[in-house]
């Protein structure tokens, strides 16, 4: 599978356009399609795979699926989610969104390698 297949992939289960991905990441509208023939600049992979918090060597073909969201990341979104139905969140609803979380990717794409 090329470097394109798996973002048109995963952009597929995203239900994100390859055309508005790419204008959401900075890049010219065109530039994930011109990959179908070009090889994509490293700084340029990172972007996507931080995007879609895969790995670049699973864009690569490198390795299989394996999402890594770290324990900063995730608690940086969370730190975004201040308040919910006009209540602050508590520490406690920070944890259990946390924890909702890491059982859905982990359902979803298995075990953090």
Same mark, same amino acid.
């Given at each position: 599978?090329? =470097?394109?297949?798996?973002? *048109?992939?995963?952009?597929?289960?995203?239900?994100?356009?390859?055309?508005?991905?790419?204008?959401?990441?900075?890049?010219?509208?065109?530039?994930?399609?011109?990959?179908?023939?070009?090889?994509? *600049?490293?700084?340029?992979?990172?972007?996507?795979?931080?995007?879609?918090? =895969?790995? =670049?060597?699973?864009?690569?073909?490198?390795?299989?699926?394996? =999402?890594?969201?770290?324990?900063?990341?995730?608690?940086?979104?969370?730190?975004?989610?201040?308040?919910?139905?006009?209540?602050?969140?508590?520490?406690?609803? *920070?944890?259990?969104?946390?924890?909702?979380?890491?059982?859905?990717?982990?359902? *979803?794409?298995?075990?953090?390698?």
């Amino acid at each position: 599978m090329s =470097v394109f297949s798996r973002i *048109k992939e995963l952009a597929d289960k995203r239900k994100i356009s390859i055309k508005a991905l790419s204008l959401k990441l900075g890049f010219g509208e065109n530039t994930i399609y011109k990959w179908k023939q070009t090889k994509p *600049k490293a700084e340029d992979l990172a972007k996507v795979a931080d995007y879609f918090y =895969v790995t =670049v060597d699973y864009l690569l073909g490198r390795e299989e699926l394996s =999402v890594h969201i770290s324990d900063s990341d995730l608690s940086t979104m969370l730190e975004g989610a201040e308040a919910y139905n006009g209540q602050p969140m508590t520490e406690s609803d *920070k944890e259990a969104i946390r924890m909702a979380t890491e059982m859905y990717l982990l359902g *979803k794409y298995g075990p953090k390698k």
